[in-house]
């Protein structure tokens, strides 16, 4: 009985050895290979804190190129940034690295990345002599910032407050696409960046406002 004991249990670790090779072979779906580039991410150095600085950097390249008027470069690098700007928020709750300092370190460097671009944006048109789309850049960076004080001003407060209709995500896009159709950029014949700067200017003032009255309703209440 032993002999043939023995080699009932060398047949089966030969199946469970073929059926593992079996399964190393097999294709990985799409939900196990987010799974394991995920889990590598978190074993790895990588901190919320560097992708935080990686887009300040890229978004102080797309000042510089802006001013240089390489306005398609400095409008990739931009969009670039930009993304760099939404992935740490999320690379932060998934990994479990996130500290009271990165979020605060997130919050101050958005604000300097999109003055800095528009700074340059408001140089080039005072170069040019366009008073008018440097004035609306000036309300543009002004009201952007008032939107994200007024948010965290009401959350001081104990009231949520993302409504409006610029929020970041959307001024990214509006600044992108000015910089990416701006005159003499690679994607056509196209002036939208003047353009794109009124329209920002207009929806961030709006977007105040309509932040206010949020916060006096929810306090009235």
């Known amino acids: 009985m032993a002999p043939r004991q023995h080699a009932a249990s060398r047949r089966r670790s030969r199946s469970a050895q073929r059926a593992s090779a079996r399964r190393a072979r097999a294709p990985i779906g799409a939900g196990e290979r987010r799974e394991l580039v995920r889990n590598r991410l ?20 797309a000042a510089a190129l802006v001013w240089e008027r ?25 990994s479990g690295k996130g500290t009271p300092f990165g979020a605060f370190l997130d919050s101050t460097l958005d604000r300097i990345e999109e003055g800095i671009v528009l700074t340059a944006v408001a140089g080039y048109f005072a170069l040019h002599g366009n008073r008018a789309a440097a004035a609306a850049v000036v309300v543009a960076v ?80």
Not at 180 to 208: D, Q, Y
């Open 42 to 61: 978190i074993e790895s150095r990588l901190t919320p804190n560097a992708i935080s600085l990686t887009g300040f950097v890229l978004n102080v390249v």
């Open 142 to 221: 002004l009201a952007s910032l008032m939107v994200s004080y007024t948010r965290a001003r009401a959350e001081a407060l104990g009231v949520e407050c993302k409504v409006g209709i610029a929020t970041r995500p959307v001024r990214v896009v509006i600044l992108s696409i000015g910089l990416l159709f701006a005159k003499g950029a690679s994607l056509g014949n196209f002036e939208l960046l003047e353009p794109a700067v009124f329209v920002l200017a207009a929806l961030s003032v709006i977007t105040v406002a309509q932040r206010i009255a949020h916060v006096r309703r929810q306090l009235s209440v």
């Open 70 to 94: 390489l306005f398609f470069l400095g409008g990739l690098a931009f969009v670039i940034g930009s993304i760099m700007d939404t992935l740490d928020g999320r690379y932060s709750r998934m």
